[in-house]
């Protein structure tokens, strides 16, 4: 609503000035004096025919004062043309490219899901789990319905990010990102990605540990933790992505077990991909262009 408002204001004062200009222009410079037939301009005698420079009826030359001729229209100057095909082409501009946008066009859809997992075993941690998405999907066709939105909803990345650690505040570099689509794992400090089949429950363990306030001691409970989200990410690859399987996931064993789910915030993003948008406004341009420069050879051609 806050873009539309604005482009139909604008649009309702295009047509309303390109009208009054008309208007305008048609009163003040298109129509000539209304005669039936060549007559002098100081007494409107008919001078039709007439061998001599001078009116027979008042005398005045008529190359002074001219001779008014029979009501015609004067075609439009190049300019005064060119300038109303800017004012009126926004218009259906405006309206076209906003039909194919919403209807054909396919739109990008960008969505984020965040979790806080509060780690039961001491000592405590807090770790923001972060979905990412990011789809296009096609307003019409196979890609519509509700298929289409749990596709688009289906996660493309996990970021598990250490933001507490006990009382303190977590190291910079305590995240570890998983990519399903590329099949890949990484840590902030370690960028080297790897296989994800090689997250076990010892990797995820070494994460926890290497951003945990307290000395790295044993703790089985803590395994078992590590394990969960493991268990977690596997479960994930094999499709259950969404946002609210990804949040029924994480509501029950064996992560519920360990931590304490809570989640915090979930966004979306949609619109025309820029490159659209470009592609739109180029096409536009051009047809302004062209409309400019046939309008101008057309009037060159009238008057020559």
């Given at each position: ?7 139909v204001l604008l649009g309702a004062a295009l047509v309303i000035s390109a009208l009054v200009y008309i208007a305008y222009l048609t009163g003040r410079t298109l129509k000539m004096p209304d ?106 066709g196979e890609g519509s319905g509700p298929d289409a939105a749990l596709a688009a909803d289906r996660a493309d990345r996990l970021a598990f990010r250490i933001v507490h650690t006990g009382r ?137």
């Amino acid at each position: 609503m806050s873009l539309a408002i604005p482009l139909v204001l604008l649009g309702a004062a295009l047509v309303i000035s390109a009208l009054v200009y008309i208007a305008y222009l048609t009163g003040r410079t298109l129509k000539m004096p209304d005669v039936a037939r060549p007559c002098c301009a100081a007494c409107r005698y008919p001078v039709e025919g007439l061998t001599s420079l001078h009116c027979p009826e008042c005398g005045s030359d008529l190359r002074a004062v001219g001779i008014l001729t029979p009501a015609i229209r004067r075609p439009l100057g190049p300019w005064l043309a060119i300038i109303l095909w800017s004012l009126l082409l926004p218009i259906p501009s405006l309206v076209i490219t906003r039909v194919l946008t919403s209807t054909v066009v396919p739109a990008r859809t960008q969505r984020e899901h965040v979790w806080n997992l509060g780690l039961l075993t001491p000592p405590a941690q807090v770790i923001e789990m972060v979905a990412n998405s990011d789809r296009l999907v096609w307003p019409l066709g196979e890609g519509s319905g509700p298929d289409a939105a749990l596709a688009a909803d289906r996660a493309d990345r996990l970021a598990f990010r250490i933001v507490h650690t006990g009382r303190f505040l977590a190291p910079p570099g305590a995240v570890l990102r998983v990519d399903f689509d590329a099949g890949q794992w990484w840590t902030e400090r370690q960028p080297k990605r790897r296989p994800l089949t090689e997250l076990d429950e010892a990797a995820m363990l070494k994460f926890l540990e290497e951003n945990s306030a307290a000395p790295r001691e044993e703790s089985p409970a803590r395994s078992k933790a590590a394990g969960a989200l493991c268990g977690f990410i596997h479960t994930a690859t094999d499709g259950q992505r969404s946002g609210p399987a990804l949040h029924s996931l994480l509501s029950r064993a064996p992560v519920a077990d360990h931590f304490s789910v809570t989640q915090n915030r979930m966004s979306s993003v949609s619109g025309p991909m820029p490159v659209t948008l470009l592609c739109f406004t180029a096409f536009w341009i051009l047809l302004w262009l062209g409309g400019c420069v046939l309008l101008h050879r057309r009037f060159n051609l009238t008057t020559s």
